[in-house]
């Protein structure tokens, strides 16, 4: 997010006084102030959060089992499937 991105919606939270001064510490240690230390964390790990629930991995030899599946012939049931007409259409 930009710096020059107008910033117009506000969250508020509730801390236990330990949980705000720890972060209030770890703010200081980067010399940020509350909302910027706090900001780029959320942002940080609501984007790790995301593309961990929407991204998979493969090992190597599994991606090249699924490589090597793409190109075989499509099996016979498949195709039989695909030629099926949709239950919803």
Known sequence: MSSQTK????MN?????????????AAALRDMSLTQWSVGNLVDS?????????????S????????????EPMPQATRDLLDEEPIWA
């Open 60 to 71: 190597d030899e599994v991606f090249d089992a699924f490589l090597k599946a793409l190109d």
């Open 7 to 10: 910033k117009n919606t506000q």
């Open 46 to 58: 609501a984007r790790r959060d995301i593309e961990n629930a929407t991204t998979l991995r493969l």
């Open 13 to 25: 939270l509730r801390l236990t006084d330990e949980q705000k001064s720890l972060i209030e510490r």
